[in-house]
């Protein structure tokens, strides 16, 4: 379904029953909401809310630069216009940086947080990378970004033996508007949350895979760190886009935080 919020037109689905706890699922860059099809099912003792980010998917791609502060007033406009107070937030990759943000600007606004394969800070020299993928994809659209991405975000085992996984995951990649992407590369190359974890004050799960080459165990173990009380929650044999890799492990781990959490 599409709505308006925050000026922009956006798609969601919003499933489970009602009056259930709202469980907000926000994908990673350069994916869009089919990213989280193995794991709405698990969730389905939840209200489930999945949508498409600012530039992926349905929802609309004006032009950028983005930040992850519209990123965030984006999903909290949404929130709003679909009449949902509180939430657990569980975001990957770009979607645990906007929950972060959320996390630190609307305090009272999440239930708990799970952060998966996610990082906290793109150190100043990472933005070289960042500005190399804009610089593709303004030039030369998606079509270029599509293996090498693949190849960070799955073990070769993985590449090898799920063909028609990665081939969907493909397809995300190559159908993301090239200005949806490059606004949101912005957004992620200015990442500098660290230092403020600490002021994040709700049940927080660190998830990631043992493989996850963008952003690796180092990372997760730096938000866990951080953030008092945390969990962490190493996957084996799963790279970035874990919750597809090992879908079963991942479920199992946010379903057990979830059912802990207040």
Not at 13 to 18: Q, R, S, V
Not at 153 to 174: G, H, K, L, Q, S
Not at 192 to 199: A, F, I, K, N, V
Request: proline fraction near 6%; charge should be negative; glycine fraction near 10%.
């Amino acid at each position: 379904m599409n709505i308006e919020a925050n000026g922009i037109t956006m798609r969601y689905t919003l499933e489970g029953p009602a009056g259930a706890p709202v469980v907000t699922l926000s994908h990673s860059l350069a994916t869009h909401a089919g990213m989280w099809d193995a794991t709405a099912p698990a969730l389905a003792s939840f209200r489930v809310l999945r949508y498409d980010t600012r530039g992926h998917g349905g929802t609309e791609a004006p032009a950028g630069p983005y930040s992850l502060d519209v990123l965030a007033a984006d999903a909290l406009a949404l929130l709003e216009a679909l009449g949902i107070q509180r939430t657990h937030w569980v975001g990957l990759s770009m979607g645990g940086m906007i929950g972060q943000t959320i996390a630190l600007k609307a305090r009272g606004t999440l239930l708990s947080l799970a952060l998966c394969d996610t990082t906290s800070r793109v150190p100043p020299e990472a933005r070289g990378t960042w500005a190399e993928r804009i610089a593709t994809a303004e030039a030369q659209g998606m079509e270029p970004l599509v293996e090498p991405t693949i190849a960070r975000w799955f073990t070769p085992d993985f590449v090898r033996t799920r063909p028609e996984v990665v081939d969907r995951v493909r397809a995300m990649i190559r159908e993301t508007p090239a200005r949806g992407y490059v606004g949101c590369c912005h957004a992620i190359a200015q990442l500098d949350l660290t230092d403020r974890l600490g002021e994040i004050g709700i049940p927080t799960l660190v998830v990631v895979g043992e493989e996850d080459q963008g952003t690796p165990v180092s990372a997760a173990r730096t938000i866990h760190e951080h953030v008092r009380g945390s969990q962490l929650v190493v996957l084996k044999s799963a790279s970035h886009l874990s919750n597809i890799e090992q879908p079963g492990e991942f479920n199992e781990a946010v379903k057990h935080f979830l059912a802990t959490a207040p």
